[in-house]
């Protein structure tokens, strides 16, 4: 596939921009090549500045669960567009969106909007933090839960792409307030609040991890970690920035009956806009300012665009049957790719949690950081130019999750497998 306007695009954007990129994972560096500059999307389709045309399953990483440029949500940012597109004040669809998100997932009492999912999980961890008096905060290897400064260890996504272990730029001071456990591995867990005992403010995790490839957690896992959190006097606060509406209307909170003090969400109640939120219970919330003294504030938070995309985004995904026929459909792909691996006797896993999907290059199970990064992802970069260049655009990275919108039909689906069986025969070949 000839991309020569993608290539002087980029060029270009070398020479503005850091890297070609706004975010690094864009660069395509674990994969090798040049990226694939966007022209325009629609529903499950991505036309690149060449005019080729791609099945997209990175889908803005997971926040277009319907879809590119669905028209209902189209016409709610028009429309609002054109009644002003920030205001700096209090309008009624924040109360609308907020309203949504409570009903959904009831342990957010309160809800602050923010316009990123690095805000959000930033400020929840200052106020377990100022809601416990500790400092001390528990992360698990592998998960991500944005670029602020007290989550870069051996965190997931971006930086388990490039292999980014521990960032420059964040005072040694601050990282040793984080501490690190193994996904899945509530023992650890144990042990670090017996060493800091009454010291650990907050737990953080995605109930479902899916920024090191998709790694469900066992049954035990994340009861264990409730259970802990309220022994021991500190916070769990459920990172579902992806889960959140993604694996149900509600989030991974809601599918295991677990109820965390705060949650994040981010990308799909944002419609594809720069939207995120954190809640939780009302007396740790009403320590926000301006009922309480924990001060976090944003120029554009609750943005009037964003708020309409989310509104009507939220309205379709509460619609009857929504989320079986999604998970139907990333079913008929996953047991496809199970089916394709079987034939090919390819060396890789596939593992599905609802929409989301990870073919990991390994024989062994993935059920953490450590098992993760055993993976060949010179393989995966292999699979990854072959499913491109046979149209299928995946994410450019092993440590990434597949993302099935509404969008895709069976007959992307089918287009999709017999892309993967013709890549993985070249394999075996
Ligand atoms: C994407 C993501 C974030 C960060 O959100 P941004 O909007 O990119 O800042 C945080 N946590 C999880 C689980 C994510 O997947």
Not at 182 to 205: M, Q, S
Not at 396 to 418: G, N, W, Y
Request: glycine content about 10%; hydrophobic content about 45%.
């Amino acid at each position: 596939m000839q991309r020569p306007r993608s290539q002087e695009i980029f060029r270009r954007a070398c020479d503005v921009l850091v890297g070609g990129v706004n975010s690094p994972v864009r660069a395509f560096r674990a994969v090798g090549g040049e990226p694939v500059v966007v022209d325009r999307a629609a529903g499950a389709r991505l036309w690149d500045a060449d005019g080729n045309e791609y099945i997209d399953y990175v889908c803005s990483w997971g926040a277009l669960i319907l879809g590119h440029a669905h028209p209902k949500v189209v016409q709610a940012v028009a429309e609002q567009a054109r009644r002003g597109t920030s205001y700096g004040m209090p309008t009624e669809l924040e109360v609308e969106l907020a309203s949504r998100i409570r009903k959904a997932l009831p342990s957010c009492e309160k809800v602050r909007f923010v316009s990123s999912g690095t805000e959000a999980t930033m400020s929840a961890v200052r106020l377990a933090r100022a809601a416990t008096g500790r400092d001390l905060i528990v992360k698990f290897d592998g998960c991500y839960h944005g670029h602020s400064d007290s989550f870069l260890s051996e965190a997931g996504s971006g930086l388990a792409t490039l292999g980014i272990a521990a960032c420059p730029g964040v005072p040694q001071a601050l990282a040793e307030l984080t501490l690190n456990a193994p996904y899945n591995n509530a023992v650890a867990v144990e042990k670090l609040f017996d060493l800091h005992r009454g010291k650990i403010a907050a737990v953080i995790v995605e109930p479902i991890a899916a920024n090191m490839g998709v790694v469900p957690p066992k049954p035990e896992f994340i009861q264990a970690l409730r259970d802990l959190s309220s022994r021991y006097g500190a916070l769990l606060i459920f990172d579902e920035v992806i889960t959140g509406f993604r694996i149900c209307y509600g989030g991974a909170q809601t599918l295991f009956g677990i109820t965390p003090d705060l949650t994040t969400l981010g990308k799909i109640i944002g419609g594809g806009l720069p939207v995120a939120a954190y809640g939780g219970r009302r007396d740790l919330m009403d320590r926000v300012a301006p009922l309480g003294p924990v001060y976090q504030a944003g120029t554009l938070s609750g943005n009037p665009l964003a708020m309409s995309a989310g509104i009507a985004s939220l309205d379709l995904l509460a619609a009857p049957g929504f989320y079986e026929s999604l998970d139907a459909r990333a079913k008929r792909l996953g047991d496809g790719i199970v089916e394709a691996l079987r034939e090919t006797r390819a060396g890789s896993t596939a593992v599905r949690a609802g929409s989301l999907l990870t073919l990991f290059f390994s024989r062994e199970p993935v059920a953490d950081y450590a098992a993760a990064k055993k993976c060949d992802t010179r393989r995966f970069a292999e699979f990854f130019h072959g499913m491109l260049d046979r149209g299928v655009f995946l994410a450019p990275s092993q440590f990434e999750a597949l993302f099935v919108s509404a969008a895709h039909t069976d007959a992307d689906i089918d287009r999709t497998l017999a892309a993967c069986r013709e890549t993985l025969a070249a394999f075996a070949g």
